[in-house]
DNA sequence: GCTAGGATGCTCT
DNA sequence: GAGCATCCTAGCC
């Protein structure tokens, strides 16, 4: 199996609704001592700074959202309900705010470390939330700015199957859990796949 | 199987 | 003080 390629910063730093489509297949890889947890991501949504009222940076930059507003290619992780926290990869070019939520991976590297993270045996059950999916790979507010483009903490890279009996379908809808900007459909997700995020 | 409600604490008004 | 880009459990309403 031959190691996959890094993504660099140029993947992210375009419209956010591109980048979210194109990280749908892509692995997110999390070191942990010697150990590489993750998997192919299969649900995301696009949050854009302007004109997206649902957004963390519609109303400007603060002390939370800072990092959607800086170097594209860098995770925004944020903690919510107080108790879980989200994963995001920042995009745009720097200066204009925008973020994709991380929603569901397929789990795939580090299983075991995986159901000892989340106290729960059942594949489907690891990572298909991002709540889970951020408990599941160890994910904290340190993550938070955390730069995705070098092989250090936690990185993106191509999916080990491209183009090669790894195509999928993507579907869209609109966004979960929020209750502005209904009107956007900016969730993308594998169609089919068994490990989307529950409870629609 | 299903759903309603509670947990829990940071962030912004 | 209200709301939140969530998840789990109790109860079968």
Not at 4 to 16: G, I, M
Not at 32 to 41: A, D, F, L
Request: with cysteine.
């Amino acid at each position: 199996v031959s190691i996959p390629s890094v993504l660099p910063r140029s993947f992210y730093q375009e419209n956010t609704l591109d980048v979210a489509r194109k990280l749908l297949g892509k692995l997110v890889l999390r070191r942990i001592g010697n150990c590489i947890v993750g998997g192919p991501i299969v649900e995301v949504e696009a949050y854009k700074g302007k004109e997206d009222a649902a957004s963390h940076a519609f109303r400007g930059m603060t002390q939370r959202n800072a990092v959607m507003f800086g170097e594209p290619g860098r995770a925004y992780v944020y903690f919510t309900y107080g108790m879980y926290y989200c994963l995001n990869f920042v995009t745009e070019p720097e200066g204009q705010p925008g973020a994709v939520l991380i929603r569901a991976l397929e789990p795939m590297f580090g299983i075991p470390i995986m159901m000892e993270n989340r106290k729960v045996t059942s594949i489907y059950d690891l990572t298909s939330g991002p709540g889970k999916l951020t408990k599941a790979l160890g994910i904290d507010l340190t993550f938070n700015g955390v730069d995705l483009t070098n092989r250090a903490k936690l990185f993106v890279a191509d999916g080990l199957k491209e183009g090669n009996g790894g195509a999928f379908a993507i579907e869209r809808s609109t966004r979960v859990g929020v209750r502005s900007a209904k009107d956007k459909e900016w969730r993308f997700y594998v169609k089919g796949s068994p490990f989307l995020s529950q409870r629609r």
